[in-house]
T-cell receptor, first 114, second 115 residues
């Protein structure tokens, strides 16, 4: 069975600095998708970034980028120039190519210090 | 991105009554919808997966007679919590995907309080 592990329950970063959130996963599949979701206090789940496993290039969305290491089964999220609005819970999620269910990590609470 | 509307956002009901939560895909046809439960400061727990026109598939440990899921159309799925008890109080989230896109889109969630 697939699993997703987020080993950092909480992270804090100074505003305008860079922070990296860790995520590792376990799977025997070769094709899959990885996601980072943000859940602010409103609790609306917002897709931050996604990565297809077959793509070697790391996904980037403005200030958000990932470091996808397929062999190591690692999928970290880097947030550059942190802003107060980035404060939220961040969840890493896995989806197999043939199964539409998302497997979720436990989440990391990100605190932005002004 | 596609929009999923979940209603109501908050509901308070008396113990023993039933409450229905709606999840609508506004601008796409949702072939598959997912219902999650989220406890405070925890991750999402998948309750069931529903495909339009067929019975929902429930995860182990989820009482199908208590959490009734109906996905009668390509744009609407409902979760009915029957004979609600205080321990059913939680945050419920739906998500939906069409047959094409990789990602699922989430509703705003429903905070259920059973008193």
């Amino acid at each position: 069975a697939q699993t997703v592990t987020q080993s950092q329950p909480e992270m804090s970063v100074q505003e305008a600095e860079t922070v990296t959130l860790s995520c590792t996963y376990d799977t025997s599949e070769s094709d899959y998708y990885l996601f980072w979701y943000k859940q602010p206090p409103s609790r609306q789940m917002i897709l931050v970034i996604r990565q297809e496993a077959y793509k070697q290039q790391n996904a980037t969305e403005n200030r958000f980028s990932v470091n996808f290491q397929k062999a190591a089964k690692s999928f970290s999220l880097k947030i550059s120039d942190s802003q107060l609005g980035d404060a939220a819970m961040y969840f890493c999620a896995y989806r197999g190519d043939s199964n539409y269910q998302l497997i979720w990590g436990a989440g990391t609470k990100l605190i932005i210090k002004p | 991105g596609a929009v999923v509307s979940q209603h109501p956002s908050r509901v308070i009901c008396k113990s023993g009554t039933s409450v229905k939560i709606e999840c609508r895909s506004l601008d796409f046809q949702a072939t598959t919808m997912f219902w999650y439960r989220q406890f405070p400061k925890q991750s999402l727990m998948l309750m069931a997966t529903s495909n339009e026109g067929s019975k929902a598939t429930y995860e182990q440990g989820v009482e199908k007679d208590k959490f009734l899921i109906n996905h009668a159309s390509l744009t609407l799925s409902t979760l009915t919590v029957t004979s609600a008890h205080p321990e059913d109080s939680s945050f419920y989230i739906c998500s939906a995907r069409d047959g094409q896109d990789t990602e699922a889109f989430f509703g705003q969630g429903t905070r259920l309080t059973v008193v």
